[in-house]
């Protein structure tokens, strides 16, 4: 028996190509014995990827990261300094897209996974996989992946 909700990714960072389509894993497990509530939420960057990836970060960044390890340029903001929205919810077997996502091939599938069916430029970022459940409040309920979309 698990003690308390556990969330889990197994891949932390993805890194995918334009226009096609990907899935990011979102495993969790539970004690409760009612239906789970699965969210992913989209946080963009602090600052733009692309010009790290060309070599081109701040030095102000490169002093920061290197005096603090633990810390990210990149993903580590607050949440008023970037774009967050809803991907996706799911609850039963309901798959309920965010205003921003409505019309694009996005679904939750297996019991968590986000599958986005042709990625865009603005799909890079933090997606968070965040389980609800009406009994199970211990535990950690959220974990992230970074998707950095590339192009060909």
């Known amino acids: 028996m698990v003690e308390g ?5 197994p ?8 226009f096609q389509p990907t899935v990011l894993r979102c495993h969790f497990s539970t004690s409760s014995h009612q239906p789970a509530v699965v969210q992913w939420k989209f946080k963009s960057y602090c600052q733009d990827r692309m010009g790290e990836s060309l070599g ?3 030095p ?4 920061l990261s290197k005096r603090n390890l633990e810390w990210d340029p990149y993903l580590d903001c607050l949440d008023s300094r970037r774009t967050v929205r809803v991907v996706a919810s799911k609850q039963g077997s309901t798959v309920t897209l965010g205003d921003f ?3 694009r091939e996005i679904t ?9 069916g042709k990625l865009m430029w603005g799909d890079s970022g933090l997606y968070y996989c965040i ?6 409040l211990e535990g950690k309920n959220e974990e992230s992946v970074e998707l950095l979309v590339l192009g060909e």
């Open 5 to 9: 909700l556990q969330v889990t990714v």
């Open 101 to 103: 996502y409505r019309g």
């Open 56 to 58: 081109m970060s701040s």
């Open 11 to 18: 891949d932390k960072k993805k890194v995918a190509m334009l």
């Open 60 to 63: 102000r960044a490169q002093a």
């Open 108 to 116: 939750i599938v297996h019991d968590a996974d986000l599958q986005i």
């Open 131 to 136: 389980i609800t459940t009406p009994d199970d």
